[in-house]
């Protein structure tokens, strides 16, 4: 078999790594996927990304992509292989791009934050709290207006919108198993049953980590402060 | 005269409103400027944008586009009276997009942090500065494959990183007034070359504002502190 002309250098805990291969997925596109290890950067990574030598990069032949939304503007762009993942009119395209980057800015710092904390700095953590739920609620209000009545932010299929918010709900899951409800049946009953569609989807199903397995990799994390 | 269909809320200093109107003027589009005040938002802003209450914010017809660089891809998309500001090319359009990213994520805050110091913070001021060479250099890199050898990123004519870095040429010129030199002769030729190309490109001239002006602007940051 010949080498793949399209790779991943990714990790699984990864939410960034994962709008990646939904959007790969979306196109029925085959990629190989380079694990890269926690706290070591490979070569491939250094020389692929050499401004923030991040994860994810997409290698489309010898062509190195970086920055999540970036990469799925690309992959949108590069592939005609499956349904579009940006809306097609003008002011659509527009609106998704504007909450994609008030996700990235605002509301999952917030849920990092939380993530972080597990029950110390308490302070920090209500602060994160309060931003969570106040960004959640407007992502209802967004979820209600760009879905039209269908199931997705995208409509009838996954879009840009649902990869970028939804590449984060194994995250949500897990402070959710901490016991801070954030999609709450009454109060954000659109995201609720837009998390079920997302998850269940299959293009998603496969690379959506574990709960608990994430659970166990957060608590790592208090080890970075 | 019928009251304009495309408006901006913006201010004369904010570099980001500025793309909007070079953008605006590549597509031969005239809009309607709704200068903001200082300190103060007007209800048509809060309106316009409730999440940021921030400028610019582009209203075409009813509609408002909030966010600088997605108010210059909507206007590349909405319009098709102009040379494109955006790549054509898949890659190449990926590869503006992550240049774009970085001067608003990492090299204009440094360059803000100077020109809040102004002199005092010595420490977090020489970090700045050394952030600000550093990735000064990328962008000369990054310059010259972009441009292939023509005047601008976008080739022969200002496209989306030339709009991007260019709207910070006012606060590069104010810093250097106080003694930093960033665009360098012997370090950064390429970016020399294409600040004076650039500033005097008939959809620029009219927008760019006075360095002396912007020099007087940038002492009220003190005040923010």
Redesign the interface.
Known sequence: MAESDVKILGAWPSPYVMRTQIALNIKSVGYEFLEERFGVKSDLLIKSNP?YKKIPVLI?GD?P???SL??V??ID??WSSGPSILPSD??D??TV??WA??IDDKWFPALFEIAKAQGEEAEAEAEAVKQLLAGTT?LEEAFHKCSKGKVFFGGDSIGYLDIALGSFLGWLRVTELNGLIILDAEKTPGLVGWADNFCADSTVKEVMPETGKLAEFTKTLQSWK
């Open positions: 401004v489309h062509k992509i970086c920055e970036v990469i503007q690309y762009e590069a003008a002011y395209r527009a791009r504007f980057k008030y407007l």
